[in-house]
């Protein structure tokens, strides 16, 4: 009889047992995926301020690292090397010399992507083009507008060709010139934090700063990372999203005109200038979104692209083939209009159809 009893209470041990194991697996069903996968990936966010902007990064790290700390850190050498705000970068110190010899690892690299780029943009994209950005109110001056007989003076120093640059060292050709990296420092930003990242085994990732942006892997859905594209109004809202899109391991940068600008005397002053006129640009294309294997190269070419408009924009992309576009702009009747490259179509979706 004792033996059938404590037969009787395993058997009860065990069937509670499974009933709490079947329990708790309809419990997990029941969660949503995010929180399942939270639990197994770990999901860290970290955010702070650089380059007069801010910066936020999302991975997925099941041992839950936080590298805010070696972020910053990271992200105050670059600064260090290619802020124009920072007297004694290593920008600063060519800008007022001749010559300078590199002590960090950032000035060349971006030197050779902008040479790249400048080649490819047949001048478009020139980051010599810093006088007339000061000139026109846009570097750490402030802003004023100038008369035209200024800006004829400085067109002569806007030459990227006249930068000579080796893995130790860079040399100006004309004196007076004056390198200004803002329409590429960010991306590059990214892909320095991104490479850090990934040196720590950090495979899924989304690092943005100022809006620029690299994308590794999935986010802790399992799906691509997707981000959104403002609305290219002046007085538009931050969150008022235009489209959307989806990164399969690449990088995005948006250039656009419709918000960083000033008017003086009733005239509306851009931020992009042609280093070909040394004006602002002034044509339809309100917002130039690239897509790339790196951002440096997305940041660069949609700077680029603010000064050469829609049509040579479009043929550039069909030409090299290397990068996805997307573009909106205004036609000659005044009506928002947009083109999405082949590529990026499958990836671009419209929140308010």
């Known amino acids: 009889m004792r033996s059938n009893a404590n037969k009787n209470i395993i058997y009860s041990l065990i069937l509670l047992l499974l009933v709490a194991v079947v329990y708790l697996y309809r419990q997990n069903q029941q969660k949503p995926a995010e929180e399942i996968l939270e639990q197994t990936i770990g999901r860290v966010s970290i955010s702070g301020s650089t380059m007069g902007t801010t910066y936020r990064v999302v991975y997925m790290d099941a041992q839950e690292r936080d590298f805010k700390k070696e972020v910053d850190s990271l992200l105050l050498v670059f600064n260090q090397s290619l802020s124009t705000y920072i007297p004694e970068s290593e920008i600063s110190r060519f800008n007022n010399a001749d010559t300078l010899v590199f002590d960090l690892p950032y000035f060349y690299p971006v030197l050779q992507a902008s040479k790249e780029i400048y080649q490819k943009t047949e001048g478009a994209f020139d980051p010599t083009v810093g006088p007339l950005v000061n000139l026109w109110g846009f570097g750490p001056g402030g802003p004023q507008l100038k008369d035209s007989v200024n800006i004829q003076n400085m067109l002569s120093l806007v030459d990227y060709n006249s930068i000579v640059f080796d893995s130790n060292r860079v040399i100006k050709r004309k004196p007076g010139m004056y390198l200004d990296f803002s329409a590429v420092a960010k991306g590059y930003g990214v ?163």
């Open 191 to 353: 892909d320095v934090v991104s490479e850090y990242l990934a040196s720590k085994g950090i495979e899924n990732m989304l690092v943005e700063i100022g809006g620029e942006l690299s994308a590794k892997g999935v986010n802790e859905r399992g799906e691509l990372w997707k981000v959104g594209i403002n609305r290219p109004e002046e007085l538009g809202n931050a969150d008022d999203i235009f489209s959307i899109i989806a990164l399969d391991n690449q990088a995005m940068a948006t250039s656009g005109n419709y918000r960083n600008y000033y008017e003086a005397d009733g005239i509306k002053i851009s931020h992009t200038i042609n280093p070909a006129t040394g004006r602002p640009v002034k044509h339809g294309l309100l917002s130039a979104t690239v897509l790339a294997a790196n951002c440096m190269k997305a940041d660069a070419l949609a700077t680029g692209m603010m000064v050469m408009g829609v049509e040579k924009s479009i043929a550039l992309q069909q030409k090299e083939g290397d990068f996805e576009l997307f573009l909106i702009y205004n036609d000659e009747q005044g009506q928002l209009k947009t083109f999405a490259s082949e590529g990026l179509i499958p990836f671009l979706s419209f929140p308010h159809d």
